[in-house]
């Protein structure tokens, strides 16, 4: 499918006697751009591992892994990855009502003709997954 996209843009743009440019990736989200308005400070569990002598003498694992109790703290911990999780940041915060939930695991659908662009969902939206995008 990806080589047949790439294709099809490649030839539209030689039908159109023009030159196909790749739009510009999205930039990785460090950081310093979320906007978070929630703790999530949580420092990574060590595990522990075994030294270079006791590994070369036995087929034991190296890394010993964690408890039950450790492994539950390391799966509530916050691994933003720019994705919208669904937090209604945005839409509680919207004062135009522009932003309509539509339920666990389907996400918001945004309604353009009530936005303003007051731009008060991308401040809050704490994973960056909103874009402002002048028109």
Not at 90 to 106: M, N
């Amino acid at each position: 499918m990806a080589t047949a996209k790439k294709a099809a843009r490649y030839i539209d743009a030689f039908l159109r006697a023009g030159r196909y440019e790749k739009a510009p990736k999205h930039p990785v989200v460090g950081f310093e751009r979320l906007h978070v308005w929630f703790q999530t400070l949580a420092p990574k569990a060590l595990q522990p591992h075994k030294n270079a002598e006791e590994a070369a003498e036995s087929f034991v694992e190296i890394v010993g892994g964690l408890s039950e109790e450790e492994a539950r703290y390391e799966a509530q911990r916050c691994y933003s990855c720019g994705n919208c999780f669904e937090c209604d940041g945005c839409f509680a915060s919207c004062p135009e009502d522009a932003v309509i939930k539509l339920g666990p695991g389907q996400r918001y659908r945004f309604n353009y003709n009530l936005c303003t662009g007051c731009a008060v969902c991308y401040e809050q939206c704490p994973c960056h997954a909103i874009e402002m995008i002048a028109e």
